[in-house]
């Protein structure tokens, strides 16, 4: 019940941001305008939110034939727990993450990349699937994924503001400030709308998907294994992801510039190790 409030919310967050945008450039027209344009977006935000995040990491589907190790261990998984079998598919990047996306577990997908399947054993493997499988279980997918495609329709809008000021805003006169202004106010919105989307996915979802996806296989160590191997491999072979979509990975990819502490939705790896295994997380690099 509070995943879909929260998707409620977002999605009526939009609604009003938009409407704020069209009010301040185009008047009542341009309000109108906007609230079109806010229906149309969130549309696509609940229906096709999970394949523009997918296309954006160019992730392939694939087949048990082309997959065995991870169709074997999702199969396996998802008939144990009474899960129906998500889509599988493979992201052609060598730094090692995975997520599951899709609007409910009818609908869900779960995303890993080569790296990922070069690094893990089968048994970590397994932890880390469990884990996107907890996702799905605990209804966090559709959130995320609404989250994602809103953030990063915000930050577009910000830049869109950005360059109309830059390239529009010179040549205005006074009676058009209202336009500067507006576009002014947006940079500053744009950052603080995409962080409180962030926000709203909270970071004891990735606990409860830990837990859930320990519990499902009955072996919390592999999972805790698999996290210390991706934390210290990620950070060799970092991941150019988007501040929009860093949430919905297992792992925190290394965003740059400090945007990690500014979009953190992910808990520290070692608190979330030493919660699997009940002690410190000594192995950590």
């Known amino acids: 019940m509070g995943n879909t409030f929260k998707t409620a ?9 938009l409407m704020f945008i069209g009010r301040a450039f185009g008047g009542q027209q341009g309000m109108l305008i906007a609230l079109a344009l806010a229906v149309v977006m969130n549309f696509v935000s609940y229906f096709f939110s999970d394949k523009i995040a997918l296309a954006m990491y160019r992730a392939k589907p694939v087949t048990r034939e082309e997959l065995p190790r991870a169709y074997q261990a999702v199969e396996r998984l998802t008939q144990k727990i009474g899960l129906p079998m998500p889509k599988i598919y493979v992201i052609p990047l060598d730094s090692p ?20 399947l070069n690094l893990l054993n089968d048994e970590e493997l397994e932890g880390v699937l469990a884990h996107e499988l907890g996702h799905v279980r605990n209804r966090d997918i559709l959130i995320s994924s609404v989250a994602a495609t809103l953030a990063g329709a915000i930050t577009y809008l910000g830049q869109m503001g950005r360059w109309a000021m830059i390239f529009g805003g010179m040549e205005r006169d006074d009676r058009d400030r209202g336009g500067g202004i507006a576009a002014l106010l947006m940079l500053i919105l744009a950052p603080i709308a995409a962080m409180l989307i962030q926000l709203a996915v909270s970071r004891s979802r990735e606990y409860q998907a830990d837990q859930t996806g320990a519990q499902f296989t009955g072996n919390p160590y592999a999972l805790a294994s698999a996290l210390a191997k991706l934390d210290a491999y990620s950070r060799r072979v970092p991941m150019a992801a988007t501040p929009s979509t860093a949430h919905l990975f297992i792992i925190q990819p290394l965003l740059g510039m400090n945007f990690g502490s500014l979009f953190s939705t992910h808990p520290p790896i070692a608190k979330r190790i030493e ?5 410190p997380a000594e192995f950590t690099q």
């Open 275 to 279: 919660r699997l295994t009940g002690r």
């Open 97 to 116: 993450n995975a997520f599951a996306t899709g609007r409910n577990p009818n609908h869900a997908s779960v995303a890993v990349t080569q790296g990922i």
């Open 9 to 17: 919310f977002l999605l009526t967050l939009l609604t009003l941001l």
